[in-house]
Nanobody
Framework: QVQLVESGGGLVQAGGSLRLSCAAS????????MGWFRQAPGKEREFVAA????????QHADSMKGRFTISRDNAKNTVYLEMKSLEPDDTAVYYC???????????????????WGQGTQVTVSS
């Protein structure tokens, strides 16, 4: 398994932007399919975006298309989530997740991952 550490969360006003980062450690970190999920208080964990290990395939939750963008830099073993036009409903703990894959898979479901970060809080004020 790979170790994942998120950063970049914080407090932002509605309409603002944030960029989350997820740093992965491990020799094969670049060979991991990665995803972002979020969980708000009292709600289930929700898919945000996922990216293949090559970075050539991505998937975003319908409600976040056009506002959130996932990307990765395998030279830095880091995955990013660019978030713009943030809304109060985007307030949640954001988690990155990873799984070693042999193919260029995009994994949109939490149970498909075996490595998780500790999460980073994003709070959007109205």
């Amino acid at each position: 398994q790979v170790q994942l550490v998120e950063s970049g969360g914080g407090l932002v006003q509605a309409g603002g932007s944030l960029r989350l980062s997820c740093a992965a450690s491990g020799r094969t970190a670049s060979r991991y399919a990665m995803g972002w999920f979020r969980q708000a208080p009292g709600k289930e964990r929700e898919f945000v975006a996922a990216i293949s290990w090559t970075g050539t395939s991505t998937q975003h939750a319908d409600s976040m298309k056009g506002r959130f963008t996932i990307s990765r830099d395998n030279a830095k073993n880091t995955v990013y989530l660019e978030m713009k036009s943030l809304e109060p409903d985007d307030t949640a703990v954001y988690y990155c997740a990873g799984r070693y894959v042999l193919l260029g898979s995009v994994l949109p479901r939490p149970h498909e991952y075996d490595s998780w970060g500790q999460g980073t809080q994003v709070t959007v004020s109205s």
